[in-house]
């Protein structure tokens, strides 16, 4: 509670019902007399400011009042009615003082707003005059001439104004009347007037009766009795050298400081001279401050003033001589203040926690400084300390607004203390200071950020679905749901298949793992876009790349082309009698659909009917004579061939190659053993005549070419000398081209392909293939103009014309057909290995 204490300019004598003053920016200023029964509405707030009394409780609404003072009022919250919560008693709220306001502020949140409330307290006349005493003693000299005055020490009344005393009524008596000196502005006092010359030998005392009365209604009053003694002598009274005493004092004096010296003189000699000082009449409370030393008049001080607590005092002395003789003077003290009182800070308001996204210049505070001090010393400065992205700015009076003065980052700094100092104008100045914890609450403002953008992950082939391939982690610094990463695959398709059926995302812990096993040979990699999303709302998300690689396991075994595999046909390749060491008989193709180490073949022979004759390229796969064919030679000769991959383990797979050491199919007689199995065959009238137009198609070719070439003997020339046609039907879709012998490139892209199990065609020739593959000194090669016909580069020798057909034929006879056929084929064979054997 505070009290203000206002120069008596504005009187409101009589005025006991509630009266709004003023609500002049937003001030609303209240009247109430004192004593009103607790609960007693003083006025209506919310009416008189304008707020929806629904608001109060919204906004928080609340009287702030100084710390250590009491509260008076309180506020209604439902009606918004400003009301009496204590006696209120003016006597003690602002003892003589003529105004007494209670002030409170009114603080409203949401936003801040701040209104002042003044209460003006009124007086009732609740109290009677008093006397200091029962009775007063005066010596009078029976010489007194008419008209002498004598003061009398007033009556007090505990009330002010109309309720404090009014006038005094002296007893009627023949000797005295009574004035009272009751201007407004200057001293009260009563005196006692001699209307009639005293007579000590007819009276020697007198006694009257005195009644001081209120100006209340009812009227209160008080009596003294003034009893009079009448003396003899011819006495003097004292006489102060100063009627007034104008001192000043520092709040700080010290206890037994002599605040002044009042001086009486009396004209007596002796006992009647001698003079002595009392105080008039003073209240307990002063009387506890002074201390006056009756002989010398010292005035000293024995308690501690405080300026803050009363300005000025007025002290009523009394010089009085042996006799009785009494006269009054005045001491009037002017308390000066001292800066003693350091500031106080009062956060009045604080919007705690503060959205990291509050703009800069938001209020967030109001903070209110008070200074007990006056002038100067209650002059405050403040300021805050540190760097803080905070500012204060003055408001209304001695309030400041605590408002941001740069942007806020919660992920940066998460709370502030803010230490406010006051310093006053006061020299020396005091200073105090108040810190309070200021939070900054969050904001979804940071997406979740990938440790990489992108990220990579080996995974072997033929892994087991479920497993795990890598993690993803993002992060994001924001708050609880803020900051909580949840982890998606992005939808999205490999080869037509949507990507959840592959891999699946852990959504907590970022962990991607195989939906399913892997094939290397179906594809080699997939990539897939990892999305972090955050909790918040609305959320923040972040994308990074995930590239699978499976890498390739030796799960596939060599698959050989050429010759075909075994049960399947039979494969027999002509050797010349005359072939020489080092001659090349034939080639096996074989492919492996995995790639590197596990696709690098390497080919042997694992049985032979004549071991030494017969030499294999372990890489290129090549069949060489291994030293000239002698007539002891047997003619059939078996090779059984292992092909192995380099892979760990390594797989392999084998295949028989028959070669014929012959120069005439003629001479094999027993060529039809070497089918595998014999079976009745039932000629059919349409294949005798494919087989007789294939035959005519033969012989009108070869009689062509050997009409245009002319014949001449030289060593014999091999077949297939370095390059063979691979059937594309055998090779996979997607194997791996790896640089090395013995494997195949892909580019090995035939169009043309061997068929099996085909009744009706036995061999398709080449269509087209890749130049680039073919070894240097290839002995095919395309046209230019029409990659379909297949032309010899070095075609002029008969021998070599005929070995080609024998070959051919035999190729074409012993491809992959039905075994019904067999006995036509035979047949066939034998017609035009005759008609070539007389060419
Ligand atoms: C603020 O003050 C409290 C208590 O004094 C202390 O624990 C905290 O660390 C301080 N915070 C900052 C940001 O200085
Ligand atoms: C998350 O951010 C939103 C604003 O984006 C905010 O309202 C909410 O309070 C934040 N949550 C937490 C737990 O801080
Ligand atoms: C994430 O990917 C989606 C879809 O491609 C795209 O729309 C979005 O902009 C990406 N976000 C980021 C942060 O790259």
Redesign the pocket.
């Known amino acids: 509670m505070e009290y203000l204490v206002f120069s008596a300019r504005c009187f409101l004598f009589g005025v006991t019902s509630i009266l709004l003053l003023s609500t002049v920016n937003g001030d609303v200023r209240y009247s109430v007399p004192e004593e009103r029964k607790t609960g007693s509405v003083i006025g209506n707030l919310a009416k008189d400011l304008g707020i929806n009394a629904k608001m109060f409780s919204v906004r928080k609404a609340r009287l702030d009042v100084d710390d250590g003072s009491k509260r008076y009022c309180d506020i209604d919250m439902n009606t918004g009615s400003l009301t009496v919560a204590e006696r209120i008693d003016r006597e003690e709220l602002c003892g003589f003082l003529t105004d007494c306001v209670l002030q409170y502020e009114l603080i409203l949140e949401n936003p801040l707003e701040l209104h002042r409330i003044k209460i003006d307290i009124t007086d009732i006349n609740d109290n009677s005059p008093a006397f200091a005493n029962d009775v007063v003693e005066l010596e009078i000299r029976e010489s007194a001439d008419k008209g002498a005055r004598y003061a009398v020490n007033e009556a007090h009344d505990a009330d002010i104004g109309v309720n404090a005393v009014q006038s005094y009524k002296l007893q009627n008596n023949p000797y005295f009347s009574f004035i009272f000196h009751n201007k407004p502005g200057q001293e009260k006092y009563g005196e006692l007037v001699l209307e009639k010359e005293l007579d000590r030998e007819q009276e020697q005392e007198v006694r009257l009766l005195l009644t001081a009365v209120d100006g209340g209604n009812p009227p209160k009053s008080a009596s003294i009795v003034i009893h009079v003694t009448v003396l003899d002598a011819n006495d003097n009274s004292p006489v102060f050298n100063q009627p007034v005493y104008k001192v000043s004092l520092r709040e700080d004096s010290p206890v037994g400081t002599t605040v002044a010296t009042v001086t009486a003189t009396d004209a007596d000699e002796g006992a009647n001279g001698h003079v002595t000082y009392q105080f008039g009449h003073l209240s307990g409370d002063v009387l506890k401050l002074f201390a006056l030393d009756s002989e010398t008049g010292n005035l000293i001080l024995s308690g501690n003033v405080d300026y803050e607590k009363q300005t000025s005092y007025e002290l009523r002395i009394q010089a009085k001589d042996g006799p009785g003789l009494a006269s009054f003077a005045k001491i009037i003290i002017e308390v000066i203040d001292v800066n003693d009182n350091a500031p106080t800070i009062h956060l009045k308001s604080l919007s705690n926690p503060v959205p990291e996204d509050t703009p800069p210049g938001t209020e967030v505070g109001i903070i209110n400084v008070q200074d007990k001090d006056s002038e100067k010393n209650r002059q405050i400065r403040c300021s805050i300390q540190g760097h803080v992205p905070f500012t204060l700015t003055p408001s209304i009076k001695n309030y400041f607004s605590l408002s941001t003065s740069g942007p806020l980052d919660r992920e940066h700094t998460s709370e502030y203390n803010i230490t406010i100092t006051a310093v006053d104008e006061g020299s020396p100045p005091l200073s105090s200071s108040k810190t309070f914890h200021l939070s900054v609450s969050d904001v979804n403002d940071n ?1 979740p950020v990938f440790d990489e953008q992108s990220y990579s992950a080996y995974v072997a082939e033929n892994n087991k679905a479920g497993t795990s391939i890598c993690s993803v982690t993002a992060r994001d610094p924001d708050w609880r749901q803020n900051g909580t990463v949840l982890y998606s695959l ?1 939808p999205s398709e490999v080869n037509g298949v949507p990507v959840s059926s592959f891999l699946s995302i852990n959504a907590d812990t970022g962990v991607i793992h195989a939906v399913r096993s892997f094939d290397y040979e179906q594809f080699r990699s997939l990539k897939v ?1 990892v ?1 972090s999303r955050d909790n918040g709302s609305p959320p923040l ?3 990074a790349t995930v590239s699978v690689f499976i890498t390739d396991e030796n799960d596939n075994s060599p698959q050989i082309l050429y010759p075909a595999p075994e049960g399947k046909s039979l494969m027999t390749e002509m050797v010349p009698k005359a072939a020489l060491s080092g001659s090349l008989v034939s080639k096996v193709i074989a492919v492996d659909a995995d790639s590197g180490q596990n696709a690098w073949l390497s080919y042997r022979i694992v049985k032979s009917t004549d071991p030494g004759l017969f030499s294999m390229g372990v890489h290129s796969g090549e069949i060489r004579v291994q030293r000239d064919i002698s007539e002891s030679d047997s003619m059939k000769q078996n090779l059984v061939i292992s092909v192995r991959d380099n892979g760990q383990p390594p797989l392999s797979a084998t295949c028989s190659v028959y070669l014929l050491i012959s120069d005439n199919l003629a001479e094999v007689p027993e060529l039809k053993d070497m089918t595998y199995e014999e079976k009745s065959s039932k000629l059919t009238s349409y294949l005798i005549i494919a087989l007789v137009s294939v035959s005519t198609f033969f012989l009108t070719f070869i009689i062509l070419i050997l009409a245009v070439r002319f014949c001449r003997r030289r060593k014999p020339r091999l077949l297939f000398d370095g390059a063979v046609a691979i059937p594309s039907a055998y090779l996979p879709p997607n194997y791996a081209e790896v640089e090395g012998a013995g494997t195949l490139r892909s580019s090995y892209n035939y169009d043309a392909y061997l068929t099996t199990g085909s009744h009706t065609s036995d061999f398709k020739f080449i269509r087209s293939y890749n130049d680039s593959t073919l070894p240097a000194g290839g002995t095919l090669r395309k046209s230019p103009d029409d990659s379909n016909i297949i032309t010899f580069s070095d075609a002029g020798e008969a021998l070599e014309v005929r070995n080609y057909i024998y070959t051919f034929v035999l190729l074409s006879l012993v491809g992959h057909f039905s075994t019904e056929l067999i006995f036509l084929k035979i047949y066939l064979f034998i017609f035009i290995t005759t008609i070539l054997n007389h060419i």
Do not use: A, R
Request: aromatic residues 0%; glycine residues 0%; proline residues 14%.
């Open positions: 997406p992005l876009q999305v998300s972040s994308n």
